[in-house]
């Protein structure tokens, strides 16, 4: 019988039924410490006081109006975000992909408004993410994701990473912006060189062209800073952001300078569910969390602490780890053994991870973790490791 839940994902044969900070519990009982955050989402872990009351007092008082009326959280949280960023002003969406969706719709319709209609591409990097409708494939460029669903959009050119001639040589009169991921998620972690990317902003500056970093996985702390291009000294033009500005609540926002986003006129762009109350209550309160003077420093200081341990993990079996890599709590261990089965073994030892392109396994805790919690998951991936090696033990002999 074909599945009644569509089956597009290998899921794993475990369901939650409650969480607790960094802690998920299983039907059968069983608890779980999750270091995937439900993919980089949960940033302040399960059920956080605050965000439930945030939640449940909208709940009771109005879920949704549409975008025919103001809608006041959607105001609050566009200034605040507007004070704490480069940017002047922000379209609210449902995820990470609506939020790209509305940053390429944006790019081209600067230009279009510009007088360079002609100015439609946009530029992005091999193993890049940017979500799973028509035109976030093109913009990804993974072969895998794009095949069987017809011509791969218009509009979208693919080139390797990390080589500013390259990328000057790939603009051409018809590109209208670049796009980059600060650090690639999905594609296996992959930090891109701060130079890189502030040679991007000087080629967008000098050619004429937006420059759109998406920060729906590296945005709201999660690499210690509130957004990663702060650690650059550059800004970009437009930024999607998603994942855990919502804390778990389905909420994205395309971000944007006020120049850049000039074309976005009344009529040019809409969400039904967009930026709605329940989601604006959230949010508000997941940015309250994080701007508390002593959270960020929490986070770089954690971050810290589990890179050391991660250096002594992987010199302690360097037969399943081949590197670590990324910035703050965004990680990725590079394996030896396939990834897909050492998720599989860190899940037999209680420990939730997630698996990245490039064989990487991708460590994406909840940014409220403490050195116990750091020590925990060290003896579960330890355990994991031990298993594959005993496993090659008995190949070998
Ligand atoms: C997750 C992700 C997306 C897509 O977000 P969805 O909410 O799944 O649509 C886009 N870009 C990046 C960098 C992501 O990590």
């Known amino acids: 019988m074909f599945p009644s839940v569509l089956p597009t994902y290998n899921r794993a044969d475990v369901a939650f039924v409650r969480g607790e900070g960094p802690y998920l519990f299983a039907e059968d009982g069983r608890r779980y410490l999750d270091f995937g955050a439900g993919i980089a989402v949960n940033a302040f872990g399960h059920a956080h006081p605050k965000l439930v009351a945030a939640l449940t007092e909208q709940a009771g008082k109005l879920w949704h109006t549409s975008n025919l009326y103001r809608v006041p959280g959607q105001e609050s949280l566009s200034k605040r975000l507007a004070e704490?960023?480069?940017?002047?002003?922000?379209?609210?969406?449902?995820?990470?992909?609506?939020?790209?969706?509305?940053a390429f719709k944006m790019a081209r319709r600067y230009q279009f408004v510009s007088g360079h209609p002609e100015k439609f591409r946009i530029l992005c990097f091999e193993g890049a993410f940017h979500g799973r409708t028509l035109a976030a494939i093109a913009a990804g460029g993974n072969a895998k994701y794009l095949e069987g669903f017809g011509p791969r959009m218009e509009?979208?050119?693919?080139?390797?990473?990390?080589?500013?001639?390259?990328?000057?040589?790939?603009?051409?009169?018809?590109?209208?912006?670049?796009?980059?991921?600060?650090?690639?998620?999905?594609?296996?972690?992959?930090?891109?060189?701060?130079?890189?990317?502030?040679?991007?902003?000087?080629?967008?500056?000098?050619?004429?062209?937006?420059?759109?970093?998406?920060?729906?996985?590296?945005?709201?702390?999660r690499t210690g800073k509130l957004f990663a291009y702060e650690w650059l000294g550059v800004a970009p033009d437009i930024m999607p952001i998603a994942k855990a500005i919502g804390g778990g609540y389905p909420?994205?926002?395309?971000?944007?300078?006020?120049?850049?986003?000039?074309?976005?006129?009344?009529?040019?762009?809409?969400?039904?569910?967009?930026?709605?109350?329940?989601?604006?209550?959230?949010?508000?309160?997941v940015l309250d969390l994080v701007q508390a003077p002593e959270f960020l420093p929490h986070v770089q200081a954690i971050a810290n602490y589990l890179g050391q341990q991660l250096g002594r993990?992987?010199?302690?079996?360097?037969?399943?780890?081949?590197?670590?890599?990324?910035?703050?709590?965004?990680?990725?261990?590079?394996?030896?053994?396939?990834?897909?089965?050492?998720?599989?073994?860190?899940?037999?030892?209680?420990?939730?991870?997630?698996?990245?392109?490039?064989?990487?396994?991708?460590?994406?805790?909840?940014?409220?973790?403490?050195?116990?919690?750091?020590?925990?998951?060290?003896?579960?991936?330890?355990?994991?490791?031990?298993?594959?090696?005993?496993?090659?033990?008995?190949?070998?002999?």
């Open 313 to 397: 993990l992987l010199a302690d079996h360097p037969t399943v780890f081949e590197e670590a890599r990324g910035q703050g709590l965004m990680l990725g261990l590079k394996l030896r053994v396939p990834n897909t089965e050492f998720v599989a073994a860190a899940r037999k030892e209680g420990l939730l991870v997630v698996g990245a392109g490039d064989n990487v396994v991708r460590l994406l805790p909840p940014l409220i973790i403490e050195e116990a919690e750091v020590r925990e998951a060290m003896a579960m991936l330890s355990a994991a490791a031990k298993s594959f090696e005993a496993k090659k033990k008995i190949e070998a002999a």
């Open 155 to 221: 509009g979208f050119d693919t080139i390797a990473a990390g080589d500013l001639k390259a990328v000057e040589a790939a603009v051409t009169p018809q590109t209208a912006a670049i796009m980059v991921e600060p650090i690639q998620g999905e594609g296996g972690i992959r930090v891109m060189a701060p130079d890189f990317l502030r040679g991007l902003r000087a080629i967008c500056d000098r050619r004429g062209l937006i420059l759109i970093f998406d920060e729906v996985a590296t945005g709201v702390g």
């Open 251 to 285: 909420i994205g926002a395309c971000l944007a300078t006020a120049e850049a986003a000039k074309g976005m006129t009344p009529g040019t762009h809409g969400s039904t569910y967009g930026g709605n109350p329940l989601g604006m209550a959230v949010a508000n309160a």
């Open 84 to 102: 704490l960023t480069f940017a002047d002003t922000a379209f609210f969406t449902n995820s990470g992909v609506e939020a790209c969706e509305c």
